[in-house]
């Protein structure tokens, strides 16, 4: 991992370039003409107005410059969360260049850059914008082998001084990401900057802009945190496994897998051939050179490993920096570079420049303050009957394949009033058996003390279970989106409530409720889902016990003794809820 990329012969004067690289810095800064302090262009602001201006005021009033050609007249601006836009340097070698450099950032590779951000209004972020180059590239398109993908992410903040190995602030975990095709973020040429690569030469310096679908929405909050924002070029799809290992037995890649990749370059992948899709090890659509890299990287590496799958090239894309102006230098990531979701930093360095200390990255972050993506209420199974430990729910088909997480809140709990009020969140839905009945299976979600989100129209209707489901009580559930992950005690972030009760202890059975139940038609119900009899109710109705309930479990003779006990008004003999820390 490199650190330590000086400036300082540029910023003196020229008389360390070459005549002829200081003419080729001049032609490629006015070939594209527009860093240059005479040429306005649309200038986005924090509060979402407009103005056409240079590019350098633009910046200086915290603003996100757009490309020259580009005016207000063509341009939506939406408020912004954070603008640090790249400028030039009048003292500069080039002026008209912007003062900055490359800085590599590729996922699954020596390093991925991160710089941090406060957030002074919460809400969603909506679309993010960003500057970059590849490496001593100068001409006027994307550099030959250029990424199909960017990786975006958005991580939680460690302060300094938090008793981890690195005393400085850095990352923390993943809270976001998301895979973006380079062809998707409206790539073009906006100036020219100093190369890190080669210092004497200049580069030419790309602006990006992706709009977040609203379905994938972060909101990030409160007023006044700090989260942390990661861009990085994949070579490869994020998603792919990328292993060389394609042959059996299974094992390290090895010269019979380099072989049979070998054997199948050019063969035509998603046809219908086995062979030829798992040839393509990159998982680019093509089976090719890059394939029996991989493999034969990996091989000499004799582990799976990930820097094999980057394979940027000369030309390697980086994000353009900029001179310190926050409160934590940026930082490179050594591990993980994948930052997939859950993933917490591992190791890094700071970004420090040898001369002159430490450096940012340039990027913007749009939204909208104080808005919210409330989803729609979760549904009720049909029939609307409680059962005395399971909470039945449904996913809302307006949810579509957005990740939600549902909070139940304890309304009304019998025998165990102390909690009334508190909340739980449901957990990772699964598949357990049934045992009988008309299904083979269904699926269980744990009650828990922390949000989950995930795509519940995936799972389907859910039986979820835990010690605070207890009969004769009344619960109230909500949906909140992903969107809303870091501003969760807002309120106007959730649906409306959705109300579901629960039965009386050992009713299984219809009629439900009254002085006279549960009866006997309970207990034969139970038995007969002992018997896993084909005609048996759902074992979420007629399991009873522990206390905290196994849905994998068969029904057994507890379960029938327990509503026995109910049949002869015994009480709920279970410890009830568990305390949340």
Same mark, same amino acid.
């Given at each position: ?103 590599p ?21 909506t ?16 550099a ?18 938090q008793?981890d ?6 990352? $923390? #975990?993943?809270?976001?990401?998301? &895979?973006?095709?380079?062809? !998707?973020t409206?790539?073009?040429? /906006? =100036?020219? *900057? ?14 990006y ?8 929405w ?24 990328c ?7 299974? $094992? #390290?890649?090895?010269?019979?897998? &380099?072989?049979?990749i070998? !054997?199948?370059?050019?063969?035509? /992948? =998603?046809? *219908?051939?086995?062979a ?7 998982c ?54 994948t930052a ?11 970004l ?72 739980r969140?449901v ?60 501003d ?7 649906s409306?409530?959705l ?35 084909s ?10 016990q522990p ?35």
């Amino acid at each position: 991992m490199r650190v330590g990329h000086s400036l300082i012969g540029f910023r003196a004067s020229k008389c360390g370039l070459p005549v002829a690289a200081w003419s080729l810095l001049i032609a490629l800064g006015a070939a594209t003409n527009v860093a240059e302090a005479a040429v306005a262009a649309a200038c986005c602001h924090s509060d979402g107005t407009c103005t056409d201006i240079e590019h350098d005021a633009c910046a200086a009033a915290g603003g996100d410059p757009y490309p020259v050609g580009t005016l207000c007249a063509n341009v939506s601006c939406q408020p912004l969360y954070w603008a640090r836009a790249p400028v030039t340097n009048p003292d500069g070698p080039v002026p008209q260049c912007f003062w900055a450099w490359e800085e590599p950032s590729v996922t699954r590779w020596f390093a991925l850059a991160a710089d941090e951000f406060t957030v002074s209004t919460p809400g969603p972020i909506t679309a993010i914008h960003w500057w970059g180059a590849y490496r001593g590239w100068q001409g006027a398109q994307p550099a030959p082998g250029a990424p199909p993908f960017f990786h975006l992410a958005i991580w939680s903040h460690v302060p300094a001084d938090q008793g981890d190995p690195y005393p400085w602030p850095h990352p $923390g #975990t993943v809270l976001r990401e998301w &895979v973006v095709n380079r062809a !998707d973020t409206a790539e073009t040429v /906006v =100036g020219c *900057g100093l190369s890190e690569a080669l210092k004497e030469q200049g580069m030419t310096v790309f602006r990006y802009e992706w709009d977040v679908p609203e379905s994938e929405w972060l909101t990030v909050g409160p007023a006044g945190a700090t989260f942390w924002l990661s861009i990085g070029a994949a070579y490869v799809d994020p998603d792919c496994a990328c292993s060389g290992d394609v042959t059996t037995p299974a $094992g #390290t890649p090895n010269a019979q897998d &380099v072989a049979f990749i070998n !054997d199948h370059i050019g063969c035509p /992948v =998603g046809t *219908g051939d086995p062979a030829c899709d798992a040839a393509d090890v990159d998982c680019d659509g093509d089976v090719d050179t890059s394939d029996r890299h991989v493999a034969t990287c990996q091989q000499q590496s004799a582990w799976l490993d990930p820097f094999c799958c980057a394979f940027p090239g000369d030309l390697v894309w980086g994000w353009l920096t900029h001179e310190f102006d926050s409160a934590a230098a940026s930082v490179l990531i050594g591990y993980p570079t994948t930052a997939h979701e859950g993933e917490s930093f591992t190791n890094g360095q700071r970004l420090l420049d040898a001369g002159s200390g430490p450096w940012d990255f340039s990027f913007v972050l749009v939204g909208e303050p104080n808005a919210t993506t409330a989803p729609e209420e979760p549904l009720a199974e049909p029939g609307g009957v409680g059962k005395c430990r399971y909470l039945g729910i449904l996913p809302n088909p307006q949810w579509a394949n957005a990740e939600v997480a549902l909070r139940v809140r304890l309304v009304q709990l019998d025998r165990f009033g102390g909690f009334n009020g508190q909340v739980r969140w449901v957990g990772h839905a699964s598949q357990v058996p049934e045992h009988g009945g008309p299904v083979a299976n269904f699926m269980a979600a744990p009650l828990q003390c922390t949000p989950h989100f995930e795509n519940r129209n995936a799972s389907g209707a859910v039986q979820v279970f835990g010690s605070p489901v207890v009969p004769s009580s009344l619960y109230e559930v909500q949906a909140v989106d992903r969107s809303c992950e870091n501003d969760l005690s807002n309120p106007a972030c959730y649906s409306t409530s959705l109300a579901l009760s629960t039965a009386k202890w050992g009713d299984t059975t219809s009629p439900f409720g009254g002085a006279s139940q549960p009866n006997f038609s309970d207990v034969t119900a139970a038995v007969d889902k002992f018997r896993n009899l084909s005609t048996a109710l759902p074992k979420a109705r007629i399991q009873m016990q522990p206390n905290v309930p196994n849905p994998a479990a068969a029904i057994n003779f507890a379960d029938i003794s327990s509503v026995v006990d109910g049949f002869r008004n015994f009480v709920y003999p279970f410890a009830g809820p568990s305390v949340c820390p």
